[in-house]
């Protein structure tokens, strides 16, 4: 528990960003002191950025009988809400994240509204007033549309490590520097993980010739670039084609070619490029022209960047990604380290399947692979599931202090290695009663497959030559286990734990 309710707000408004709902309630705090219902307006207290910004949130909230809407907005992004109330007390999910998956809820008590959100948080609140109204942004009309030539970068997926999940904020430059010479010395380096991307929270203000600075936290951008190639690995930063990145930091917007300059001066090799604040100034059919002026400037740029977009899959993404100068975009909402949001993330990926390939790929978000809120069986199925639907593999935990079972799960040489297969297809599930069953054709004319045991009992798998497309399986490896085992009659069974997988290659050489 923090010390104080700014406290909390500031810490929580962190967590609230990427999974789009705590924040939110935080606001409704106050509904309950002059009526019942939690129908109004209301607004979190200003918290003060790394860089000196204000940082403020507004909330329109609509309960009608039993059922709640709403939609938050902070400077940096917009939340589309739903959820319940049962008497004083009330529970709200995100509209584009897991149904079965509360982000919080709360009881209205003496006039207030108290709130816990998963990580146990308490917080409270006030109306919104005029002081809390949110700036209007000139109007930019986009680019044309046309294609931006493939950059040749990610012919397979990209592999490395991001700050968000661990650290969210609370990223440094020292933070970084430990991060690096933790991938070299872990074996993360050597087993691919070569791009170490800074996300959120970098940013400081713009200087007089309009150039982006780093805040306090990064105080040599250039140097930090340095070193990490130093460690033979490549940088990653963050930024957003709106005025503001999510957590309310200066982004591109107007700035685009002079921003990749910048990056590229400073020896970046990656950008996330986050839709947040945009969804003010634009609509959701503008995307593709919108991430096409950033495609552009990071040609223009002179340095080959992997760009990433990460605009949560709207607007059928898969399908245009490529052509504005992408090589990997986000598919789903932000993950979180749970079973359901996991599973919610990589069964949403399934239409994208066939748009995956050598230097194009969907992106189902980072992995969760060690940050402690699921079990080592659970956190297996999710390395395979990336794997198998060629997914860009970027850790997001702490990688200066991993379990042997953490290390086991991450540089497991054999499940990367179809994640990385060259021929980069994208596996798709079939369902049998508790089991998932996700195939992927290899380069080499094998198969890799995944059995996902989706229910709370350990349950027999049997898997079939035939239903991999295979004439016969002359060879098998269980790639969890590290042995080879044999088909009999055509056919291999296993049993598969609860939230569990059972991970083969196949060949019928």
């Known amino acids: 528990m923090h010390e104080n309710w700014m406290e909390q707000i500031s810490t929580t408004a962190v967590w609230a960003r990427r999974t789009g709902l705590l924040f939110c309630v935080a606001l409704l705090a106050v509904a309950g002191c002059k009526q019942q219902s939690l129908t109004g307006r209301w607004a979190a207290p200003i918290k003060t950025l790394e860089n000196g910004d204000p940082q403020q949130s507004v909330l329109e909230l609509k309960q009608e009988g039993n059922q709640l809407t709403g939609e938050l907005k902070t400077s940096g992004y917009i939340d589309q809400l739903k959820g319940t109330v049962n008497g004083n007390h009330f529970v709200l999910y995100s509209v584009m994240g897991p149904p079965t998956s509360p982000s919080a809820e709360g009881d209205l008590v003496n006039g207030e509204l108290h709130l816990k959100d998963s990580d ?219 079973w359901a949001s996991m599973m919610f993330n990589i069964e949403s990926q399934v239409p994208t399947a066939p748009y995956a390939g050598p230097g194009h790929w969907n992106d189902p978000d980072m992995l969760e692979i060690g940050n402690g809120h699921m079990t080592d069986e659970e956190y297996r199925t999710h390395m395979s599931l990336w794997a198998l639907t060629a997914a860009p593999l970027l850790a997001g935990n702490d990688v200066r202090n991993m379990s042997d079972a953490t290390k086991a799960i991450l540089l497991n040489k054999e499940v990367i290695g179809v994640d990385q297969d060259a021929l980069g297809k994208q596996a798709s599930p079939v369902k049998n009663g508790d089991l998932e069953m996700w195939v992927k054709p290899l380069a080499d004319g094998s198969v890799a497959v995944g059995v996902v045991n989706l229910g709370a009992a350990a349950a027999q798998a049997t898997v079939k030559a035939s239903d991999l497309g295979l004439k016969s399986a002359k060879s098998a490896r269980d790639l969890w286990a590290h042995t080879d085992v044999k088909f009999a009659n055509g056919a291999y069974a296993a049993t598969v734990p609860s939230h569990g997988v059972l991970m083969l290659k196949v060949s019928s050489k």
């Not at 002081?131 to 942004?137: E, F, S």
């Not at 294609?147 to 490590?161: D, E, H, Q």
């Not at 969804?279 to 002179?302: D, T």
């Open 120 to 338: 146990g948080h308490t917080i409270d609140e006030k109306p919104a007033t005029a002081a809390n109204d949110l700036p209007t942004v000139a109007y930019i009309e986009p680019p044309p549309l046309h294609n931006v030539a493939y950059n040749g970068l990610a012919k397979t997926p990209p592999m490395g490590w991001n700050s968000w999940n661990l650290f969210a904020g609370k990223i440094d430059d020292q933070t970084v520097r430990t991060m690096a010479d933790a991938l070299v010395t872990s074996g993360m380096k050597d087993a691919g993980y070569i791009y170490l991307t800074i996300d959120d929270t970098w940013e400081g203000v713009r200087d007089a010739q309009g150039n982006l600075q780093p805040n306090h936290k990064f105080p040599d951008m250039k140097a930090l670039a340095d070193y990490v190639h130093s460690k033979g690995l490549k940088l990653g930063i963050y930024s957003s084609p709106g005025p503001r990145t999510c957590e309310g930091y200066p982004a591109s917007y107007g700035h685009e070619d002079q921003d990749a300059k910048s990056f590229a001066s400073w020896g970046v090799d990656y950008l996330k490029y986050d839709w947040c604040s945009a969804e003010y100034v634009y609509k959701n059919e503008q995307l593709q022209p919108v991430y096409q002026k950033m495609g552009e400037a990071l040609v223009k740029s002179g340095r080959p960047i992997v760009f990433s977009l990460c605009e949560y899959g709207f607007g059928g993404v898969e399908k245009w990604g490529g052509g504005v100068g992408g090589n990997l975009w986000r598919t789903t909402d932000d993950i979180r380290d749970e």
